[in-house]
């Protein structure tokens, strides 16, 4: 029982000692004695013996400190906390068993500064707490919340004494109502008494203890509950009742137990009777089962173990489905479901034939990269069925923990395999295609990086002995047809990259979508709406019509929408106009270019149409996006200025840069265009590309260099020629990206002549013939001939001189001109004399 002073005189006439001071020191074990409590202590060990006789011979102060570790017979210096509560002794009392009853009582907070050598007991050097006053709103409200809440929990305690909550209500220093209230808490840890000893400030202190006094109160107040429900239980049960309840109990038992040895004989049996396991699982399993018939049923570790054996026995192991090999049979397949798409089906037909040949081979490991829309997916299920293998998917978008992908070991509570594994569990081979959907939108944080767990599993040298964490066994991945999607490379890291055969899937060209829309799309759209019957025909015209002013995609989701929605518009006519008779569906249904707008109501997008007349410092450009490609009106202005040159219009920095390299360019030919040296200087330039939209990449720097020799020099710019190269501060013309994009969009546009650059002459054979036969493609590798094909000059022989080496071109899909096999050998490589610029420049 502990005792606190709480008479104001008492305490005015026995001031608090200050300094610092050496005192013995009594290490305490389960209690903390606090200022100005009075506590009876027993006290036993020799040293703390000692420690009291030499208080005794002093003037009976004793240092009061609480050990870290209460089993600690004799604590070190480390195991004893360094804040305690300097004490006097008020009484004491040897007792015939040799241990000493002495009555403390605490005087004040105390730090110890060191300890001072003694083997006879514990001495330490002592400095003394100054403990803050307190006062205000903040601090009244929180003594006023600390005695209700006392008051509370000796409601709930009955053997708190009456007196004890007199006491506290009379305490009116924040300083001390702390420390009056915690020794009369019962069941507080002792690091919660130490808490509120080594808290200083009175408004922290009392926060502390609301805290402590709150969280009493709930157990108290469970703890009631409870009683108070099983004292009702057992009033309720009567003694044949009671007996009842024990015989249900015993023969539940009895039929639980025969139910799990039935349940172990059926999983006994599994483990034997499975011919596809590995022997490290089957030995694993057996091992398990062994483990399992020694618990009890109900036991949480019998479920883990049960759970474990059953994802052992559910996995497919080294059972393979039948690869078909039948190489035409699969390529029918895959045209069958999917238009163009050459270079992923003929590397399937590959693997194919090389797999029949070879007993054993690695399966690839495929990554098709493209923009939304594309086919990506689709394809992969194509495949399976063309191998005569199961599909499987799994969506890695948002995936951040690495457990996704190895499982959670089964030491954590509600452990699984991870999710290739839980993949595979839902196919019943080992071979199938397996499907990581956007492999590219995965990230990291603390728990992991899923694609460094992915490198083992897409190496073909590795993942035959793939290690799922939940199953801790080596699993065979080699047989799997890997197949990953992703919409852009940059986000997929550089080793995971480079374990995977990337395959590029390029947005479609209108002539693929026009294919695709009547092959696939209007058939599946028709059927979706109710009009299977119905011969729906939409002319070429009419779908031409929605992919140029209704969508502006690289895929064919958008368009197969709009094409949904103008078959359900021809199914709401078509039920109209039968007025609730059961008039048969009409045979087939027409719908022309005219009628779109009619149907799909005011286009999105408008025609892409360009200035059809020859104007100064207007030039057509051309460029790519993940919608396709498109042609961009480059515009260029001279007024007097300082030398400014502004580029406008919604531009990356690189195309900035190449505009820079364009005018140093101009600069560099000053003399040969005819223009007055320092022409730069006096006037600005003002660059712009119409149309909000985000416009990047090189590919624009003949463009703008055009447009701006043609401002400068006053001379007009063809408006049948666009045109697409990167420009170097010399004048050379460097190869760019996207070139089928690009001519399909010029030939979309009406656009008769094209410029690219020579290097990109390879490219040539990617654009459909049609586009060609309908082009002039000119191939050049420097400025000069861009100049000399785009602008409108009265005599470019006397600019660029007669003997000038004329580009290669492409007319009517025949190649002509300087570079083709009869010019080869006597036309020389084209030397530009074009000197780095100058400083002056």
Not at 68 to 92: C, H, M, W, Y
Not at 620 to 642: F, I, M, Q, R
Not at 821 to 839: G, Y
Request: charged share 30%; proline share 5%.
């Amino acid at each position: 029982m502990f005792f606190h002073r709480n008479d104001p005189s008492e305490r005015k006439t026995d001031p608090e000692p200050e300094g610092k001071r050496v005192l013995p020191l009594l290490p305490l074990r389960e209690m903390v004695v606090f200022p100005n409590m009075v506590a009876p202590l027993f006290v036993g060990r020799e040293r703390s013996v000692r420690a009291l006789e030499e208080a005794m011979n002093l003037n009976k102060e004793i240092f009061l400190a609480a050990q870290t570790k209460v089993g600690q017979n004799d604590p070190s210096e480390d195991e004893i906390f360094r804040i305690g509560t300097l004490g006097r002794i008020a009484q004491l009392l040897r007792l015939p068993d040799g241990t000493v009853k002495v009555l403390i009582e605490g005087r004040a907070r105390g730090r110890i500064v060191a300890f001072r050598s003694s083997d006879a007991f514990f001495q330490c050097e002592v400095e003394l707490i100054d403990e803050p006053s307190a006062s205000g709103p903040e601090i009244l409200g929180l003594m006023r919340s600390v005695k209700e809440s006392f008051e509370a929990y000796t409601k709930l305690v009955r053997n708190t004494p009456p007196e004890a909550l007199l006491g506290i209500q009379a305490i009116e220093e924040p300083t001390r109502l702390a420390d009056a209230i915690i020794g009369h808490l019962e069941g507080v840890k002792i690091q919660d008494r130490q808490k509120i000893l080594e808290t200083i400030e009175p408004q922290a202190r009392l926060e502390t203890l609301l805290a402590i006094l709150s969280s009493e109160i709930e157990i108290r107040e469970v703890e009631q509950k409870i009683r108070k429900r099983v004292k009702q239980q057992m009033e309720r049960s009567q003694k044949e009742y009671y007996l009842n309840e024990q015989m249900q109990a015993i023969q539940k038992e009895l039929g639980d137990r025969d139910e799990f040895k039935a349940e172990l004989t059926e999983l006994e049996e599994a483990i034997r009777d499975h011919e596809f396991l590995s022997a490290e699982a089957r030995e694993r399993a057996t091992k398990e089962l062994k483990k399992l018939r020694m618990m009890q049923p109900m036991s949480a570790e019998a479920t883990v173990i049960r759970n474990y054996l059953e994802w052992i026995l559910a996995l497919p192991w080294a059972k393979r489905a039948e690869v078909r090999h039948d190489l035409e049979s699969a390529e029918a397949i895959l045209d069958d479901d999917h238009h163009g798409l050459k270079k992923p089906k003929e590397r399937i037909l590959e693997h194919l034939a090389v797999e029949a040949l070879v007993e054993k081979m690695k399966g690839p490991i495929l990554c098709f990269v493209g923009p939304p829309g594309v086919g990506k997916t689709s394809l992969a299920r194509s495949i399976a069925r063309a191998t005569n293998r199961e599909f499987v998917r799994l969506s890695l978008g948002g995936v951040r923990d690495e457990a996704e992908i190895r499982g959670h070991r089964r030491t954590y509570i509600g452990a699984m395999p991870g999710r290739l594994i839980q993949s595979l569990r839902k196919c019943s081979t080992n071979n199938p295609v397996f499907l990581l959907d956007e492999i590219d939108k995965m990230s990291s944080d603390f728990r992991g990086d899923p694609a460094s767990a992915l490198l083992e599993v897409l190496d073909p040298e590795q993942n035959k002995t793939f290690n799922d964490h939940y199953l801790d066994l080596d699993y065979d991945l080699s047989d799997v047809m890997f197949i990953a999607t992703a919409n852009s490379l940059g986000s997929i890291p550089y080793p995971l990259r480079d374990r995977m055969e990337i395959i590029e899937l390029s947005g479609y060209t209108e002539f693929e979508k026009l294919a695709i829309a009547e092959r696939y799309l209007i058939p599946r759209q028709a059927e979706a709406s109710g009009l299977s019957g119905v011969d729906v025909r939409i002319d070429d015209a009419a779908v031409r019509h929605i992919i140029q002013r209704y969508t502006r995609e690289a895929g064919v989701r958008n368009l197969e929408r709009e094409i949904g929605s103008v078959c359900r518009k021809l199914a709401k006519e078509i039920v109209l106009a039968r007025k609730g008779t059961s008039e048969a569906l009409p045979q087939a249904v027409h719908v022309r270019a005219e009628d779109i707008e009619a149907k799909l109501g005011t286009p999105r997008y408008p025609e892409d149409e360009i200035i059809r007349r020859n104007e100064i410092g207007l030039t057509h450009g051309l460029s790519v996006n993940l919608a396709g490609g498109s042609v961009l009106e480059c515009e260029a202005s001279v007024v007097p200025g300082k030398g400014r040159l502004v580029v406008t219009g919604l531009l990356a920095k690189g195309m900035q840069e190449s505009a820079q390299a364009a005018m140093r360019y101009i600069r560099s030919r000053a003399e040969r265009f005819g223009l007055k040296a320092g022409f730069h200087s006096r006037s600005d330039i003002h660059v712009h590309f119409p149309e909000f939209v985000q416009k990047d990449g090189p590919s624009a720097g003949i463009t703008m260099a055009t447009s701006i020799a043609s401002a400068l020099l006053s001379i007009p710019v063809r408006y049948d020629v666009a045109m697409t190269g990167e420009i170097t501060l010399r004048g050379r013309v460097l190869p760019i990206g996207g070139l089928k994009e690009k001519a399909i969009a010029a030939h979309r546009a009406g656009i008769k002549t094209v410029i690219i650059p020579l290097q990109n002459r390879k490219d040539l054979a990617e654009i459909p013939g049609r586009v060609l036969a309908e082009l002039r493609i000119v191939m050049v590798d420097h400025m000069d001939q861009v100049l000399a094909e785009a602008l409108l000059f009265e005599d470019v022989d006397a600019v660029f001189g007669a003997d000038r080496i004329r580009p290669l071109e492409m007319r009517d899909g025949v190649l002509v001109g300087a570079g083709t096999d009869a010019d080869k050998a006597r036309a020389p490589a084209i030397e530009p004399t074009v000197k780095p610029p100058s400083a002056e420049q």
